[in-house]
């Protein structure tokens, strides 16, 4: 089960709201099950096999090329990350079953019910997603979709589309999504993603503001220290956010 440590999130809007919130723990912070074990077994999906690193809920690898015919090798520091389908076991009642495992861990350490969900890279199977939103009523996140779900086509699971949205939705699988749209901040190029800074969020954030009744969320590892996210922070605050509880979107 990963309770993401290290990891936190955080949403501003230009709402104001005095609702409750049923998953907020004591100091104001919303319970999110991050995946199961953010990782598949002992499949490299793509790195390790180790929790908190890898994909969960798709199959991922590492190729030299980017693009619809990759060149999968080892994964090196700028590999290209190419999504190339299901995992082997893609069944919508065994990833039932996953998810409330891991439902199960929360409430064994007293942490009581979770009903927000957030996929493990932002990556799932047509299937997954059903399982998800049989399970939670929330997923907070930027999502994938697949060509041919309208239609009831069947394309390649290799053409997913990735999504993100401005304020709160509900998608095609019948689950509310809480935005997460400015991504995080990192120091380093990985795998051809570029170093984002404090400026990058924000600007994001003030991008954001041409949509009436916007969002803006991030999230932020507090390995990197409380400097960045304090300039973060202050610097959305300051193109008129307010920020609130993450149940508080929907």
Not at 25 to 53: F, M, R
Not at 64 to 77: F, R, Y
């Amino acid at each position: 089960m990963t309770l993401t440590p290290g990891w936190a999130s955080a949403s501003a809007t230009g709402r104001t709201s005095s609702r409750r919130c049923a998953t907020c723990n004591s100091t104001g912070g919303t319970l999110i099950q991050h995946g199961t074990t953010h990782q598949y077994g002992t499949l490299d999906n793509p790195y390790s096999g180790s929790s908190g690193a890898d994909f969960e809920f798709y199959r991922a690898e590492c190729s030299a090329t980017p693009g619809p015919t990759p060149v999968i090798e080892p994964c090196i520091n700028d590999s290209y990350i190419v999504d190339t389908g299901p995992v082997g076991s893609d069944s919508v009642d065994g990833w039932v079953q996953r998810l409330t495992e891991g439902q199960q861990v929360f409430a064994d350490l007293g942490l009581g019910d979770v009903t927000v969900f957030e996929t493990p890279h932002y990556l799932a199977s047509s299937n997954a997603y059903t399982a998800i939103s049989k399970v939670f009523e929330y997923r907070y996140e930027r999502s994938n979709y697949f060509p041919g779900q309208l239609s009831g086509d069947q394309a390649p699971y290799q053409r997913a589309m990735d999504q993100f949205f401005p304020y709160t939705v509900r998608d095609i699988y019948g689950t509310k999504v809480l935005p997460e749209n400015l991504g995080n901040i990192t120091e380093e190029e990985q795998n051809n993603h570029a170093v984002r800074d404090t400026a990058f969020i924000v600007g994001g954030a003030r991008a954001n503001l041409a949509v009436r009744q916007s969002t803006a969320s991030f999230f932020y590892h507090p390995f990197l220290g409380v400097e960045q996210l304090r300039e973060t922070v202050e610097g959305i605050q300051a193109l008129g956010y307010t920020f609130v509880p993450a149940m508080e979107l929907t």
